[in-house]
DNA sequence: TCAAGACTGACAACCATTGTCAAAACAGCC
DNA sequence: GGCTGTTTTGACAATGGTTGTCAGTCTTGA
């Protein structure tokens, strides 16, 4: 088996900062899309909300810039109940995770030193090395509650 | 966006303890390959693998007896760098985490009070009920290190 | 302006997963 | 053992997200 390092929510190592890529309509179409959007959104959906928007992009387009984003860090990843690729620009730039709404989606960014530590001090205890990790909290936000 | 509660490896809620489900071939058959299985492993890898030994099952079989297995908690679900699922029958019945090998796929169970404790508080502090979550490490053990 | 190379998009291909449904296997009962 | 209602199975089709193809287009830097 082998584990996904670059689509899962993990400590981001930025050994080369960021390869430059060229500057198309298409990119900043699916950019400007993402900056607006304040929950997880598919590349299925993001592509089709670009049509109704007129400004089409291809599909294949949608998803080569999805993960040119997700591999440079610009966007953070995490998998739908159906296994769908879910993308979202962050605010935060460095190392966060999420705790997300089941019903409406609504994120929160989540950081904090206790669980970096904690998986440090456990990955160390067992040798291992070269260490990240996924980690999203799900639940049902106040309004949904209500 | 709607998030799989039942897939992802969290605080295993049960409610209802284990319906009963009737003993077949097919699924004795899959429970051994479990058994003698340390690391993850996917359905298609598992099909195929029972296809060599003789003792055939049909996928779609295979597919339902794990999606089974883990609606009652029984074995253990991530997803692979393809977003393939794959399957692992556990040590502890309780929650509990992962740590993996990116490399040879070695799983070290993990279980701790502290993240637990600090998820529960996160999910509190911002009014969220109903809390589950997602936790796993990755790195490369001290064998694929050496 | 111009060439080199990156980017795009329509479409096909891929592949894990699920749906279908008649035939077979199971469990409980006589 | 047989009977019977229910569950399970499996071959196959269908679904659906994602990636591959590749000729034509666009960016960029000189
Ligand atoms: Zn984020
Ligand atoms: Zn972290
Ligand atoms: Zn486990
Ligand atoms: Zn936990």
Chains 1, 2 share one sequence.
Do not use: N
Not at 60 to 83: E, F, I, K, N, P
Not at 84 to 98: F, G, L, N
Not at 116 to 144: M, N
């Amino acid at each position: 088996m082998r584990i996904d390092r670059e689509r899962a929510t993990q400590v981001t190592v930025r050994d080369q900062p960021a390869k430059e890529h060229r500057r198309t309509r298409q990119r900043a179409a699916v950019d400007e899309v993402l900056d607006e959007t304040e929950d997880f959104i598919s590349a299925q959906e993001l592509h089709a909300l670009l049509r109704t928007r007129g400004a089409g992009v291809g599909l294949a387009t949608v998803y080569r810039t999805l993960q040119t984003l997700a591999d440079d860090g610009r966007v953070d990843v995490l998998r739908s109940d159906a296994g769908e690729a879910v993308y979202r620009r962050c605010v935060r730039e460095e190392h966060h995770h999420h705790l997300v709404c089941r019903s409406c989606g609504a994120t929160v960014e989540i950081a904090g030193p206790t669980v970096e530590r904690w998986a440090k001090s456990v990955a160390d205890q067992h040798g291992y090395t070269d260490v990240s990790h996924t980690l999203e909290i799900f639940g049902t936000c106040p309004r949904c509650a209500a």
